[in-house]
Structure formats: structure tokens, C-alpha cells
Nanobody
Framework: VQLQAFGGGLVQAGGSLRLSCAAS????????MGWFRQAPGKEREFVAT????????YYSDSVQGRFTISRDNAKNTAYLQMNSLKPEDTAVYYC????????????????WGQGTQVTVSS
């Protein structure tokens, strides 16, 4: 499966953005989807994941209650709605896919999109 993330941009603190991850290739609905992010000088970290059906999702503590992951299997697209953004959310955001169960480990994802920059100004 090939992934393309988009929707990033510059937003003020407290604002919102919605990222999208469009998938092509193999059947999208069989994949668990995840979002990760990487800030300058830091390792890529887990943000959120969602099961193939959309029935299960979980988040990192840092975004819990502010971000929402979702998917539309009919459109082969996953989303990350980001609300109440903070300057510390500034990073390149990546979507990723894997077969199997949901996971917060980046090493368990074997398909990655190219990343989209999110910058939150204070």
C-alpha cells in the first residue's frame, strides 16, 4: 500500500488542523493505520492508531483529548483531527500502515507516507 499524507500547515496555538492520509494499492481496509510525528532533533514518536474497522483507537498521552483519529475505508483515507494545538505539537507528521493489531511501536509499521509539516505558532 502506498500512503500520502497532506493537510499540514501553519496555525496559531489553540487552532485546529485536519490531516489526511490517502492510500492506494492493496485493500486499505485490511490495514491498521497510525500517525506519528517527528520534531527537529527528536525521535519519531507515536501519536495515534486505529484498527482496520475503526472500532478501536488509542492515543499518546500528549494528544489524548485533543486529537481524533478516524478512517473512511470507502475513500481509502485516514484522518487526524487536531484541536487545541500547542507549539509543542510542531513536527512533521507521518501516517503509517501495518497488518495485524493496533500498535504504538513505529518498528511494527512497514508502510509510511512522506510526511506533512505542522507548525504551531505561539
Amino acid at each position: 500500500v502506498q500512503l500520502q499524507a497532506f493537510g499540514g500547515g501553519l496555525v496559531q496555538a489553540g487552532g485546529s488542523l485536519r490531516l489526511s492520509c490517502a492510500a492506494s494499492g492493496r485493500t486499505f481496509s485490511i490495514y491498521v493505520m497510525g500517525w506519528f510525528r517527528q520534531a527537529p532533533g527528536k525521535e519519531r514518536e507515536f501519536v495515534a492508531t486505529i484498527s482496520w474497522s475503526g472500532g478501536t483507537s488509542y492515543y499518546s498521552d500528549s494528544v489524548q483529548g485533543r486529537f481524533t483519529i478516524s478512517r473512511d475505508n470507502a475513500k481509502n483515507t485516514a484522518y487526524l483531527q487536531m484541536n487545541s494545538l500547542k507549539p509543542e505539537d510542531t513536527a512533521v507528521y507521518y501516517c503509517a500502515a501495518r497488518q495485524g493489531g493496533t500498535s504504538s511501536s513505529r518498528d511494527e509499521y512497514n508502510h509510511w507516507g512522506q510526511g506533512t509539516q505542522v507548525t504551531v505558532s505561539s
